[in-house]
């Protein structure tokens, strides 16, 4: 069982940045640890993912501007958000899985609450 608890979401207008942090209850180095976004009216989408071996994916809608990051010592995820846009505009999920397909929302097996990004124009 893991725990996941997601922080860091807010307001902000397009160009800026934010910070999403969430804190697991195990250790990061032995699941796929992934963000996911669900927009108003759309499916939950898989935005970057860090698989347990350090290979790292992105959704080409974000690549380049935005980074995942995984602190051992704190057993805490991170996406630094750059160059926000406002069809960025989504509540921010993380989530955990072992043997995943990395943008596959089914087969991650835990998720925290998730928090609101909001980028206006």
């Known amino acids: 069982q893991v725990q996941l608890r997601e922080s860091g979401g807010g307001s902000v207008q397009s160009g800026g940045s934010l910070r999403l942090s969430c804190a697991a209850s195990?250790?990061?180095?032995?699941?796929?640890m992934a963000w996911f976004r669900q927009a108003p009216g759309k499916a939950r989408e898989g935005v970057a993912a860090r698989l347990s071996n350090g290979i790292i994916f992105y959704a080409d809608s974000v690549r380049g501007r935005f980074t995942i990051s995984l602190d051992n010592a704190k057993n805490t995820l991170y996406l630094q958000m750059n160059t926000l846009k406002p069809e960025d505009t989504a509540v921010y999920y993380c989530a955990a899985g072992r043997g995943v397909t990395w943008w596959y929302r089914p087969d991650y097996a835990y998720w925290g609450q998730g928090t609101q990004v909001t980028v206006s124009s």
């Open positions: 195990a250790s990061g180095m032995t699941y796929t």
